[in-house]
DNA sequence: ACTATTCCGGAACGTTCGTTCTTTTAAAGG
DNA sequence: CCTTTAAAAGAACGAACGTTCCGGAATAGT
């Protein structure tokens, strides 16, 4: 029928992902995008439409990787409190390596969501989800005898999504990976 | 000797920083601020200098009332717990209110922080003095027998920055006050 | 009254941006 | 072979941006 595309779709998406973590929405050009995904302009629209469509889509796909690992995560069973400080060093690891770009869910919360419903409302079911999975998470440790029965799993695990979001604003703009570390062993005391 | 300025210097750079805290430093135009602060263009320029310049401005009389804020909060006496809500509670309030604005230093962390050395130093400062001025708190509620010996007052200092970075992210593209409340509350579990 | 300084409106500049168009070349399937 | 589709490169567009310049009106102090 037709002549293959050169270069494979997902992967560049990957890459874009860490472009737009990295600088943002904004300030990451189009130019920039072409340059670095390797790909020429005309076959990036193409391909993914225009920027914003491209954002959408790059945002969608590091949602879905997160709560893939997520649920990977919290499938392994055992003690609850090294499965979720294993959860935040992930999140603190990530958001401090190559430039603290931190995570790209929580800088498109304070970039975009205001002024972008699809943003906010992709905001909005990630949080629901992510809560979710920890919630769930919680509720097996409280039947396994690892978590207090008094404990509320959802808003324990509100409470520490809301947690890791703080810790990968401070990873991107303070990147003090030992500090974020302490602050993630103190935050899992609202369990005890 | 000349003409005397029509607007108050002080006041146009309040106004500025609510438009920056709740758009941002590159969804703010000059133009908007124009229009917005009743300022001319020129004036503007004449005044604070370019766009840049008056960010800067903004954000450092942002963390100076916050400073002068906290340190008024801080000085007063009596158990520390209800304290420390308060000091969640204005966060969350203020985060919430008028579309949801957030934290203009926890907003620039994501923002500017990472191509802005300028802005980094700041947030870096004001990290440093807002632990700092809670670790002191913190001191004293040990000396009164309001906290526990064993406790590391900068750590949980540093840990309840990071919460509030957290709140104050989740207000903006959330802003789901009771629920923040809650995490809150559960955040200074961390002190028993 | 004079002068200096500011305010205001608007025009203008140069740059960058996202986006579209055009053309040429290249590969894959009928 | 021929058609279809994609790639690549570059030109071009209109819009928005930050910024500067100009000219006229207003207001303060000498």
Same mark, same amino acid.
């Given at each position: ?26 300030? $990451?050009?189009? $130019?920039?995008? *072409? ?14 439409? %225009? ?24 499938? /392994? ?17 990530? /958001? ?32 629901? %989800? ?14 396994? #005898? ?16 809301? *947690? ?7 990873? #991107? ?20």
């Amino acid at each position: 029928m037709s002549r293959a595309k050169e270069f494979d779709e997902a992967e560049v998406l990957d890459h874009a992902v860490e472009l737009f973590r990295a600088r943002g929405f904004q300030s $990451t050009s189009f $130019t920039d995008l *072409t340059g670095e995904l390797g790909v020429s302009r005309q076959s990036l629209y193409d391909t993914y439409g %225009d920027k914003q469509t491209l954002f959408h889509a790059a945002l969608k796909r590091y949602r879905e990787r997160s709560l893939d690992y997520l649920g990977r995560h919290f499938a /392994s069973t055992g003690p609850i409190r090294p499965l979720l400080l294993q959860f935040f060093e992930g999140a603190i690891n990530g /958001s401090c390596s190559k430039g603290n770009p931190g995570c790209l869910m929580a800088n498109s919360m304070v970039e975009m969501a205001p002024h972008d419903p699809a943003i906010r409302a992709l905001a909005l079911a990630h949080a629901r %989800d992510v809560e979710g999975l920890i919630a769930a998470r919680l509720s097996v440790a409280q039947r396994e #005898r690892d978590l207090g029965r008094d404990k509320d799993p959802a808003a324990l695990a509100r409470f520490l999504y809301h *947690t890791v979001l703080g810790l990968s604003v401070a990873a #991107r703009a303070l990147g003090e990976r030992d500090t974020l570390l302490g602050s993630a062993r103190l935050a899992l005391l609202a369990l005890d």
